[in-house]
């Protein structure tokens, strides 16, 4: 691991109907790992992965959103979820598994450009 | 310029691997390198080599297979995408008492952190799923 | 740092919507598989992206017979252009 990169992961995929919300987890969390710097943002039907109370094996899955609540432990701090996407979705920051901050799409569009390297799922 | 491609996408559900394929053979042709092929998730299947397709229909595992020898590429396959959907190879065949394994040996089974250190290591990573 | 935005469903996804709403002056978009169906016809690419190049895969308009009606403002590329424009900016973002 010879360079420290500024990696963003836009997890833009609902938690269970495809593995991608699964697979950028998991990116996220082995370049965390790997001690890079890794931010990560929720997106579109991304924000149902913080829905609280998930009982995911009622289809044989992990629930996702335990999952989530790990970023923090390993060292993923910078945490977005996009607040119109939440909107759109009639969530509230109260049905979420994390006291999160909403951001908007400047504050994602910032990222993004700062970003060295960017998934986008 | 130092290329990763990550590919999510199975051959024959869409249109990605072919687009991954055409876009590796073109950085190539235009004398970039190509620091590693991952193939994640369901694109694990373009390392299949129990791939059979009609004769004018192209065999796009049978496609990667070649431009990485041909190119003498790194191509990884993510553990734990390739297991669960019977990518195996020779060793792990013979550990899980099947009888041959499904992987082409021009790719290699090995986990996320070859993602993390091609990413560090090169100048672009491009996905396609 | 530049981005190119590379966009690969049909407009039935809206993936558009999401990106446009994250791009800056000097970001371009690249469409390519369904995400050419985008770049003929009429009214799919939303005015507040007026300031963005965009692109679309060549390849792909013409295995779908959409090269000819390309709209004016996209122009074509292929993937010899896909690689130098991935060069040309600092990153590339793919939306699928």
Redo the contacts between chains.
């Keep these: 691991m010879t360079h420290k990169k500024f990696i963003t992961f836009v997890s833009r995929s609902a938690p269970y109907g495809t593995h991608n919300a699964q697979l950028c987890l998991d990116m996220a969390l082995a370049c965390a790992v790997f001690d890079q710097e890794v931010n990560y943002v929720f997106l579109d039907d991304g924000v149902y992965q913080l829905k609280r109370e998930q009982r995911a094996a009622a289809i044989k899955r992990k629930t996702l959103g335990n999952a989530i609540e790990a970023l923090s432990l390993y060292g993923i701090e910078n945490i977005m979820v996009d607040g119109a996407s939440m909107q759109s979705r009639a969530l509230q920051v109260a049905d979420l598994v994390l006291p999160v901050t909403l951001v908007d799409r400047a504050d994602i569009s910032a990222l993004l450009q700062a970003s060295d390297v960017v998934f986008n799922l | ?1 130092k ?1 990763t491609i ?1 590919v ?2 199975a051959p024959y559900s ?3 691997a072919h ?1 991954a394929l ?2 590796t ?3 190539l ?2 004398g ?1 390198e190509v620091y590693r092929l991952f193939f ?3 694109g694990v299947h373009n390392a299949n080599r129990f791939t059979v397709t009609a004769t004018d229909e192209e065999n796009l595992p049978l496609s990667w297979h070649r431009l990485i020898l041909d190119n003498n590429l790194d191509a990884v396959v993510c553990v ?2 390739s297991l669960k959907r019977g990518l195996v190879d020779a060793s792990e065949a013979k550990r899980h008492d099947f009888d041959a394994g499904t992987l082409f040996d021009s790719s290699e089974i090995a ?3 070859q ?3 091609a ?3 090169s100048d ?6 | 740092m530049s981005c190119l935005h590379t966009i690969n469903r049909s407009p039935r996804f809206a993936q558009l919507d999401s990106c446009s709403s994250l791009l800056l002056p000097g970001d371009a978009v690249l469409f390519i598989e369904d995400g050419t169906y985008y770049c003929s016809g009429p009214h799919k690419i939303p005015a507040t992206m007026s300031g963005v190049e965009l692109y679309a895969l060549q390849e792909d308009m013409i295995a779908r017979g959409t090269e000819a009606t390309c709209v004016k403002e996209v122009t074509l590329a292929n993937y010899s252009k896909f690689v130098e424009l991935s060069c040309e900016f600092d990153k590339v973002i793919s939306w699928f």
């Design positions: 310029m290329f990550v999510y996408a869409s249109e990605a687009s055409q876009f053979a073109a950085l042709k235009a970039h994640f998730g369901d734990s995408s986990g996320l952190g993602l993390v250190d990413t560090t290591n672009r990573v491009v996905n396609f799923g």
